[in-house]
């Protein structure tokens, strides 16, 4: 799925590179286009005023009758091409005559330069504004389909979620009756260490605090919260400090110190109310029988329930101490 979503944003990434250069193509179209539109206006401008100039000579020609070829010329033209091209060919013309259509000339052709400029870059602009919408219409499916995908990550992350607080609940349900059938350790008058089933010593004394057990699966589901010590959020040691204050035992917000605060217990002597420690005293739970043990993972899991005997925790295993 992750492939996917790699696959997609390459994919969307192209898309917006090719808008953003189909939008930048567009951009110097227009540019080009407001130019050729103020030449063609100049070069309009000035064919009209050079086209007057000429006029006027040849209102006067035809007034004064100063050359009959000229007179011939004007008479037998067909189009303003056409009498151009005749009057040059009058060797009785003025050099300031020549100038003037020389001028006429000149900027026809660049008024017809600059209107054939004109429709390339309109058919240009065209052409490109066709492959902008193209572009642009190839990165929003990209986009819807991106986020189809991510939907459905996410339906598949909160169908997950819920299978994992599912196993939880019936973990700690499982845990709770377990406990409820365990029976509770009777001290003999006088004696300290020994219970009715196991009458040889032991070197740590019984646990008094199997009842945090149940006071902690109140706050399964509890998010993970670093520096957290209410149920609001919690960390390890934050669930491990506000479960026992519950009990009356006041223990510091830090694993390592909650370790030094218990005297050491083997895992085959663990009982519930034991602290577990791992991760070179970087993490605690409290033990609650069965292998198991409840603690603030992380903050994908918050408060859970785990395996001691799991792979992961077998090799990160530090030691156990039981609260005095």
Not at 295 to 307: C, K, L, Q, R
Request: hydrophobic share 40%; glycine share 8%.
């Amino acid at each position: 799925m992750l492939t996917q979503i790699n696959q997609i944003d390459s994919s969307l990434e192209r898309a917006r590179s090719a808008y953003d250069r189909a939008t930048a193509h567009l951009r110097r179209i227009k540019h080009d286009l407001r130019v050729n539109r103020q030449a063609l206006h100049v070069a309009r401008a000035n064919l009209t005023i050079a086209q007057r100039r000429l006029s006027d000579r040849l209102v006067a020609i035809y007034t004064n009758g100063e050359s009959e070829n000229t007179l011939a010329v004007l008479l037998g033209s067909t189009s303003l091409d056409d009498m151009l091209n005749r009057v040059e060919t009058v060797n009785t013309i003025t050099s300031q005559d020549a100038q003037v259509i020389s001028k006429v000339k000149t900027f026809k052709r660049a008024v017809a330069r600059h209107e054939r400029v004109l429709e390339t870059a309109r058919a240009a602009q065209a052409r490109e504004v066709q492959r902008r919408a193209a572009e642009k219409a190839s990165m929003e499916r990209e986009l819807a389909r991106q986020h189809r995908l991510l939907g459905s990550i996410r339906g598949e992350i909160a169908h997950l979620q819920a299978m994992d607080r599912a196993r939880a609940l019936a973990s700690a349900a499982a845990a709770r009756t377990r406990l409820a059938a365990q029976p509770l350790p009777v001290l003999q008058p006088g004696q300290v260490g020994a219970t009715a089933s196991t009458p040889e010593a032991t070197i740590a004394p019984p646990s008094q605090y199997s009842g945090v057990v149940g006071i902690a699966m109140r706050y399964l589901g509890v998010p993970y919260v670093w520096g957290g010590a209410s149920p609001g959020g919690f960390d390890c040691s934050g669930l491990v400090m506000y479960v026992f204050a519950q009990m009356g035992v006041s223990l510091p917000h830090n694993a390592a110190a909650q370790y030094g605060a218990g005297v050491p217990v083997s895992r085959d002597q663990l009982e519930p109310g034991d602290l577990v420690f791992f991760d070179g005293l970087g993490h605690v739970g409290i033990y609650i029988g069965n292998g198991q043990f409840i603690h603030a993972a992380d903050e994908s899991t918050g408060v859970v329930i785990s395996n001691i005997n799991s792979s992961y925790y077998v090799q990160h295993w530090f030691g156990a101490t039981r609260p005095s």
